[in-house]
């Protein structure tokens, strides 16, 4: 019965219609009726608009985010109440979605951004009224739903949308992660999470899917008996009805679309302070909780830098492998990666980072992908900041240079003159995964440090301050905000350098100051690991970073078998179980041909990790050195990674 339903109120179906009313003209006329005349004028748009098809490429939908396919500059989202009805044996998503919005000018039309789902019906205060599903509008940025509706400006009203996700969505990139029980720790319930960022909350309701566009939500989620979901707000409630559990959140400050989350699966929660939680599935949670047992003190250190967490509570949820990244900031439901359970707490500043964005990006967010390094960049240095304070100077240190190196990594990869290697890329009309890279982090961490060597540690902190306090930001506008906050302390004469950091694309000019000793201890440390002169027990007493950062340094010797011999058998360090440590010695490995890179060690690996910061160098790696080996072993895990890293992955072994 749902099947059949799903076939009349597809798209499809609308479209094989539209072809049969156009046959079927003589006989229609005797049956004229509003609603066939309604199908008619349908008809009109849709065929006008087949036939612009190809002209819609380049047309400017907004001028605010050329990401976004919504009429942004007419109308605002300030409102979102979500429905979500989760059936994970079908994999698809009933939903139901409130949009109250506010027209800015007079307009007649609302058009929202969408992404392969099924559109059933919709209303304009209560009232049903046409639309038009677009698919494909733009192939990068995906479908458009317009809406004909006539408000004048200033006009509050709302549309509701009752819509579905599409099933068996394996090639397209879409924000819906569904895992089988065998891609869970637990292995005996699905499992379910989504990733909105950057242009994927399009595909799980029709919005305005743009940073620049913020509201609050309501969310309402379904999930049978004994699952459990959470989605990116406060709890408020949860009822049982039959065989089904329904949690209520409400997100009070307002987000934008790509910060709506949701999870789903057998998850448990463990308090960890007053305001801080951890969720997990039942046989992680308790090594979770260990990880991650010092979260209030990494937020009240945060706090002191910049000013009171405003969102009550801050829980974290570890997901399974396939989650690509190694932490998403929704807002009271952080998305981490399971390769952050180390054991010995040193990959916390992954956490700390996300915390961050609570300030920079999920309350001053960056109003489009174009200025992206508002959000990271930002967030980065204050987390290089806040690492010093909880760790110490030489962790601080350690953090800055492998972020250099992750940078360098980065820009060598694009090559210099590459438009993704500047802090204001071009992105138009292009998914913004493909500019995704370290160096919207690291390049606008440095420059952020650079402007703080200028004007003073003190003072460029509460300028920091000031650029939290703010509500969404462009690069125009944050430079205008230094340049008045400049003005307002009575300093002048210094070069901002903005051309040159912010604009032109390749490696910054001027280059991480690092004190000479510092450098030496590693560069020594890194000798006595080539000459196999240093003693195992001192080598395992390093921290992991400082560990990373000597093997980092070996990249500027000649790697020999007989140096891949003994980090293998002197140094173990294939058998690591922190994957920061492996995918570099991996890498070196797939490099020179070492045979133990290229088996079972490189398989398990790839089978185990779904982070694209480890799996996607180990992959360009193999597509440079051993692609058949490489695209066989993806062909083989593929099914096991978000579909971003999948698309991503591909287009290396497409070179
Ligand atoms: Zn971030």
Redo the contacts with the bound molecule.
């Keep these: 019965m749902q099947a059949l339903r799903q076939f009349y109120l597809s798209r499809y179906y609308k479209k094989s219609m539209y072809g049969l009313l156009g046959l079927g003209f003589v006989g229609a006329m005797l049956l004229i009726s509003t609603k066939i005349r309604r199908q008619q004028q349908k008809q009109k748009s849709l065929d006008h608009l087949q036939s612009n098809e190809l002209s819609t490429q380049g047309t400017i939908f907004n001028s605010l985010d050329k990401c976004s396919l919504s009429n942004l500059n007419q109308v605002r989202t300030l409102k979102t109440s979500i429905k979500l009805e989760i059936d994970f044996k079908q994999q698809i998503i009933q939903g139901r979605v409130i949009l109250t919005m506010k027209a800015i000018n007079d307009i007649v039309k609302v058009q929202l951004d969408a992404k392969m789902l099924n559109v059933l019906q919709v209303k304009v205060n209560n009232e049903d009224t046409t639309f038009n599903y677009r698919q494909q509008l733009v192939q990068e940025l995906g479908d458009q739903l317009e809406i004909t509706t006539q408000k004048q400006a200033n006009e509050e009203f709302q549309i509701e949308i009752i819509y579905q996700t599409q099933q068996n969505v394996h090639n397209g990139q879409v924000a819906l992660n569904w895992l089988q029980p065998s891609q869970t720790f637990g292995n005996k319930h699905p499992f379910l999470f989504t990733q909105s960022e950057a242009i994927y909350a399009r595909s799980l309701f029709p919005c305005q899917d743009s940073p620049s566009i913020k509201s609050t939500f309501d969310i309402e989620l379904t999930v049978p008996e004994p699952l459990k979901a959470y989605g990116s707000g406060i709890l408020v409630k949860e009822t049982k009805d039959g065989n089904n559990n329904t949690f209520y959140f409400n997100q009070p400050v307002a987000i934008p679309a790509y910060l709506f989350a949701i999870c789903a699966g057998d998850l448990e929660k463990k308090q960890i302070s007053d305001r801080t939680y951890v969720i997990a599935e039942p046989a992680l949670v308790n090594k979770c909780s260990q990880e991650f047992q010092d979260m209030e003190s990494y937020l009240q250190a945060i706090e002191n830098y910049l000013t009171p967490y405003k969102w009550s509570q801050y829980t974290v949820v570890v997901l399974p492998k396939a989650f690509p990244f190694g932490g998403m900031?929704n807002p009271n439901l952080t998305f981490l990666s399971p390769s952050l359970i180390v054991g010995d707490k040193s990959e916390t500043s992954v956490v700390i980072?996300e915390m961050i964005?609570s300030w920079s990006?999920n309350s001053m967010t960056c109003q489009n992908w174009e200025c992206f390094w508002l959000?990271?960049g930002i967030?980065t240095f204050i987390e290089n900041k806040i690492v010093g304070r909880i760790f110490g100077q030489n962790q601080q240190t350690l953090h800055g240079l492998l972020g250099d190196n992750s940078l360098k990594n980065s820009i060598n990869n694009y090559g210099p003159t590459h438009t993704y290697t500047s802090l204001s890329p071009k992105i138009d009309q292009q998914n913004p995964d493909d500019c995704f890279s370290a160096i919207p982090y690291q390049k606008g961490c440095q420059y952020l440090r650079f402007l703080e060597s200028l004007i003073g540690e003190n003072l460029f902190q509460q300028f920091i301050r000031l650029v939290v306090s703010q509500y969404t930001l462009n690069s125009d506008q944050f430079k205008a905000l230094l340049e008045k906050f400049l003005n307002e302390n009575n300093i002048s004469g210094i070069d901002i350098q903005w051309q040159s950091w912010i604009i032109d694309p390749g490696m910054p000019k001027n280059q991480l100051n690092i004190d000479q000793q510092f450098k030496d201890r590693y560069e020594t440390l890194a000798n006595n690991l080539y000459e196999s002169q240093l003693q195992l027990e001192d080598f395992q007493n390093l921290h992991s970073n400082e560990k990373c950062y000597i093997l980092d340094l070996l990249g500027n010797k000649q790697i020999t078998e007989k140096l891949m011999k003994d980090l293998e058998e002197e140094y173990q360090l294939f058998d690591s179980n922190n994957p920061e440590i492996l995918h570099r010695v991996l890498i070196y490995g797939i490099n020179c041909g070492y045979k133990v890179a290229l088996g079972d060690k490189l398989s398990q690996f790839l089978s185990m990790n779904g982070r694209m910061k480890f799996i996607n160098p180990v992959y360009r790696a193999l597509a440079q050195k051993q692609p058949e080996l490489g695209l066989r072993i993806f062909n083989m895990y593929k099914n096991s990674y978000h579909s971003i890293a999948v698309a991503q992955i591909q287009k290396m072994f497409q070179k």
């Design positions: 900031e980072h964005h990006g959000n990271e967030t």
